[in-house]
């Protein structure tokens, strides 16, 4: 499985962005997207299962982010809507396997393949 992140940028705050994670293979089942700023713990931001399309959000981007997946693609998009400097940091796509339908893992250890990220900022 091979992740590529892009749509990555500078913004003001209030703005808005859209991230791609274009994949390669297909052994996985949720797709994920990470975000760790510069001293911080990397965090889930969003996932979708791929077979059934259950979204997850992380309550700080919940109503301003939307996780979505083109399957024709094979990508899965994260819209980024009304940014503020919480925000910035280093966006990365991961993908999983679950063995429970519709299950994603809230950790980074849970995610075997990971893109090489990238940033966004916010000022």
């Known amino acids: 499985v091979q992740l590529v992140e892009s749509g990555g940028g500078s913004v003001q705050a209030g703005g808005s962005l859209r991230l791609s994670c274009a994949a390669t293979?297909?052994?996985?089942?949720?797709v994920a997207w990470f975000r760790q700023a510069s001293g911080k713990e990397r965090e889930r931001v969003a996932a979708?299962?791929?077979?059934?399309?259950?979204?997850y959000y992380a309550d700080s981007v919940k109503f301003r982010f939307t996780i979505s997946q083109d399957n024709a693609k094979n990508t899965v998009d994260l819209q980024l809507n009304s940014l503020n400097s919480d925000d910035s940091a280093m966006y990365y796509c991961?993908?999983?396997?679950?063995?429970?339908?519709?299950?994603?893992?809230?950790?980074?250890?849970?995610?075997?393949?990971w893109g090489r990220g990238t940033q966004v900022t916010v000022s």
């Open positions: 991961a993908a999983g396997t679950s063995g429970v339908r519709d299950h994603c893992g809230q950790s980074a250890a849970w995610y075997a393949y």
């Open positions: 979708i299962s791929t077979g059934g399309g259950v979204t």
């Open positions: 293979g297909h052994r996985y089942n949720c």
